[in-house]
């Protein structure tokens, strides 16, 4: 008798152990906060961009949504094992050999997520001559992503080449 007793009760116990463990699914994903969600979208994006007649890469970063001159001076961006840091003022070139979309950035300068960074299109509109006003000749520019990797401008097989014109704004959405 006193085995039975021993033997219910500690069945008993361990039911009692089993109801007070969860009984949970997998787990579930954190909803993100309304503060991360204001912080995550991208409003600029890094170019890199060598000059004609040049192999030195440069950096820079634009605002997403505006046109921008070329001429137009920004602060260079450095950047040495992903830390941005700017440099000394850079006027954005008129006449350009290759360009790249590096990164996107938020608000605070800090790296937008990559989602971001594939929605992001940027081109570059070059300058019209008279002759090619007065001809009708204006072509549409075509965009160009980070899929893209390197935009070639002196390659007349290349769907950017720009025949030695000079470039009048810079544009990402």
């Keep these: 008798m006193e085995l039975w007793t021993s033997l219910c009760s500690a069945i008993l116990w361990n039911a009692v152990l089993a109801l007070g463990i969860p009984q949970t699914g997998a787990q579930q994903p954190l909803l993100p906060t309304q503060r991360a ?4 979208y991208a409003t600029g994006v890094i170019l890199g961009f060598t000059e004609s007649g040049s192999n030195q890469e440069h950096r820079f970063e634009i605002p997403l949504r505006a046109q921008i001159s070329s001429g137009t001076c920004f602060e260079e961006l450095e950047i ?20 790249k979309i590096i990164a996107a950035t938020n608000q605070q300068g800090q790296s937008a997520p990559l989602e971001s960074l594939s929605r992001i299109i940027c081109r570059v509109i070059p300058k019209i001559s008279m002759e090619e006003k007065e001809m ?13 990797a390197v935009v070639r401008f002196e ?4 769907r950017w080449y720009l025949a030695g014109r000079s470039i009048e704004r810079f544009e990402c959405r």
Aim: aromatic share 8%; glycine share 8%.
């Design 136 to 148: 009708g000749e204006q072509r549409v520019w075509p965009w160009f992503t980070a899929e893209d």
């Design 80 to 99: 040495p094992k992903q830390v941005l840091t700017p440099q000394l003022g850079v006027d954005l070139p008129g006449h350009l050999k290759t360009i």
């Design 37 to 40: 969600q204001a912080h995550s």
């Design 155 to 158: 390659a007349s097989s290349s």
